[in-house]
């Protein structure tokens, strides 16, 4: 027994997790024979500390899966009548390429578009870099309802994206909307949070729903699905009129508060209260241990982006941070600098698409144009619709817009509706079905890849490789780059996948291999920096009023309407829409 036992080939290798979620999780990766036969958390990694979760678990099933996809397919049948042949990646490749530069020829590729679901690492990135050097504005995302608009909040607001400090533990968190435990959103880690409640933080949670989070909060608040921008006002009023602000912060680092005691002025607790279906004494309470317990930080989630006021909802909750004086405090929401790699911007190669703002479909949605993306729904009725002008050619990574847009069968008639779809998938999803070609991309273990990169975290991870991919899968870094040559721009483009990587690491002062030895690349952190250089607003302070909002005809200060659209035209859904849908 013992001979055969060294015959076999064993390896443990550390790298970290990615793709089920904006990943993070430090994972030991056993292999034997070239194949993944054990995940476990890393006990050595700062983050996670040995925990893994459901889906870090189910990655080995999920990378041997039968159902993988395994070759480049071309239709052979009419679309979506599951018939396929299979191609070669040249094939492929030359095919994609011809269909990128038909659509150049004919009107500058104004109706080619380019779109992904959540970011899993380099590849988006990349792929609004071949969008850039080929001149085409149109990167479809559904950025709308995942991050964007609180991205783009926080940014008006005080000049970087605040996120939660587990590590100078905050002595009490509120969770709003998020559900930590199960998703690891954004790459904050769901067992960071709970050692913080181990060590005894106060907890509030704020969800429809009982989550595991929820059963075990000091408080848990329970409110009408879509109220939380009546609920933090509510929240803000207490705070204002109760005199519970950092009256030194506020006095010093913010712009508009006379203006906010005066809107809030505007509205009754009762009226709040009725609007939320919480009572006058649960916003009360919520508002007097946040505002009372110090350093207390707040998780935000996915939650408040879906819904029809996202963006002044995260502005009312990053106000709620800086009134009570826990905006960049240790223990609070803070601003935690990348490490000093390639800028996104950079990466991108902006710089050679200036004029993309205006040729966007819809620049009228200025948050969205100010991120540089275009919202899925806009393109999706560009489609149907041909206005403001038709989408025909359209290449999707790493999504799955027939279950994840709105209206899936609006989404259907779209995509069906083009003249050619490729689809990068590891499986034959519903909407790869509808492809005219599908690529089979290599996935997390089985590339080298860091993340999360351009996730303002404050730090990178080395994911690298732990196998090889199936003989044909290739990763999606690879293709872009590969169609990037093919289209003629072989000098934006590298001659392999490291050299890509090192330029990245280059202005750390390092290559992929000693990223592989460090593991984690963190900016360098100091509490406070707005002591140092002032927040970067045109004030330079948390802007509570946003004159810029002004400008561009949206509401200056949170502004909670009772004409919002609800269920049945009636906030509480009465009559004949008796039940409130919302989703996790
Ligand atoms: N009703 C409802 N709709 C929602 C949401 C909700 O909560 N409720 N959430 C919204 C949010 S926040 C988001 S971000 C979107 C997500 O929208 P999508 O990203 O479109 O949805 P996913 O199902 O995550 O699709 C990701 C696809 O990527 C594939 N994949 C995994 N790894 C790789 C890889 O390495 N390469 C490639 N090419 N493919 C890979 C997976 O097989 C999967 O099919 O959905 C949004 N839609
Ligand atoms: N298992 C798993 N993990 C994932 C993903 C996945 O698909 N599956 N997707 C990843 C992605 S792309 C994202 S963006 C994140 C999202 O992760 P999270 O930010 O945690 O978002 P959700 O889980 O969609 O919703 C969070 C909570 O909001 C509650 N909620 C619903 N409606 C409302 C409301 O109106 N107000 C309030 N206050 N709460 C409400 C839900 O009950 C839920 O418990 O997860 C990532 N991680
Ligand atoms: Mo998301």
């Not at 408040?304 to 009134?323: D, F, G, P, W, Y």
């Amino acid at each position: 027994a013992g001979s055969a036992l060294s015959a076999v080939k064993k390896m443990l290798i550390k790298t970290f997790c990615a793709r089920m979620d904006h990943g993070g999780c430090g994972l030991l990766v056993e292999v034997e024979n070239g194949k993944i036969i054990g995940v476990k958390g890393d006990p050595d990694c700062s983050l996670n500390r040995g925990t893994i979760c459901a889906k870090g678990l189910a990655q080995i099933e999920r990378l041997h899966h039968p159902e993988r996809l395994r070759h480049p397919l071309r239709r052979s049948g009419a679309k979506g009548a599951g018939r396929w042949e299979k191609i070669s990646w040249d094939e492929a490749l030359a095919l994609l390429a011809e269909k990128f530069q038909e659509r150049i020829a004919r009107d500058g590729g104004k109706s080619l578009a380019f779109a992904q679901g959540t970011p899993k690492g380099l590849e988006l990135y990349l792929m609004i870099r071949l969008a850039n050097v080929l001149k085409i504005p149109h990167v479809v995302t559904p950025g709308s309802i995942c991050h964007m608009p609180r991205e783009t909040a926080a940014t008006i607001t005080c000049g970087f994206f605040p996120v939660p400090d587990y590590d100078h533990p905050p002595a009490a968190v509120l969770v709003w909307g998020s559900n930590l435990f199960q998703t690891n959103e954004e790459g904050i880690i769901g067992s960071q949070l709970r050692r913080v409640l181990e060590g005894g933080a106060k907890l509030i949670t704020i969800d429809p729903r009982k989550t595991a989070l929820a059963s075990r909060a000091d408080l848990w608040i329970q409110p009408r699905p879509g109220a939380d921008l009546a609920l933090a006002l509510g929240m803000l009023k207490v705070i204002v009129e109760e005199g519970l602000t950092d009256r030194e912060f506020v006095e010093k680092w913010t712009a508009g508060f006379p203006e906010l005691r005066e809107h809030l002025q505007g509205y009754s607790l009762a009226q709040l209260s009725a609007a939320t279906w919480v009572p006058e004494e649960k916003i009360a309470e919520a508002a007097r241990v946040y505002a009372r317990t110090r350093p207390a930080c707040l998780q935000w989630g996915n939650a408040i982006e879906h819904n029809i006021h996202s963006v002044q909802t995260a502005r009312a909750l990053m106000i709620l941070k800086a009134v009570t004086g826990n905006l960049d405090s240790p223990g609070g929401n803070v601003n935690r600098p990348s490490p000093p790699t390639l800028r996104p911007g950079d990466f991108v190669q902006s710089k050679s698409f200036p004029e993309k703002r205006e040729k966007l479909l819809a620049p009228e949605y200025r948050l969205a144009a100010m991120m540089g993306f275009t919202p899925s729904q806009v393109a999706v009725k560009a489609i149907l619709t041909g206005k403001p002008h038709p989408l025909r050619t359209m290449y999707i990574q790493g999504g799955n817009p027939l279950l994840s847009y709105a209206h899936a069968a609006e989404t259907y008639s779209a995509l069906k509706k083009l003249d050619f779809l490729a689809v990068a998938e590891i499986f034959l999803t519903p909407t790869a079905q509808l492809a005219d070609i599908v690529l089979p991309t290599a996935t997390n273990f089985e590339f080298d890849d860091m993340g999360h990169y351009g996730l303002p975290h404050g730090f990178l991870l080395a994911r690298q490789k732990v196998v090889d991919p199936p003989e044909e899968c290739r990763p999606d870094v690879l293709i872009l780059n590969e169609l990037g040559k093919q289209c003629g721009l072989e000098k934006f483009f590298w001659p392999d996948l490291r050299s890509c990587l090192d330029e990245v690491l280059k202005p750390a002062g390092m290559n992929y291999e000693d990223f592989k030895n460090a593991g984690i690349l963190k900016g360098n952190w100091k509490p406070n920096s707005y002591e140092r250089s002032g927040f970067g607003t045109p004030s330079k302070k948390v802007e509570i009023y946003c004159s810029r909002f002004r400008e561009w005809g949206y509401d200056p200060l949170p502004t909670y309407r009772e004409d919002f659209p609800a269920p049945g035209g009636d906030p509480r859904g009465a009559g004949n829409y008796p039940l409130i849908l919302t989703s996790a």
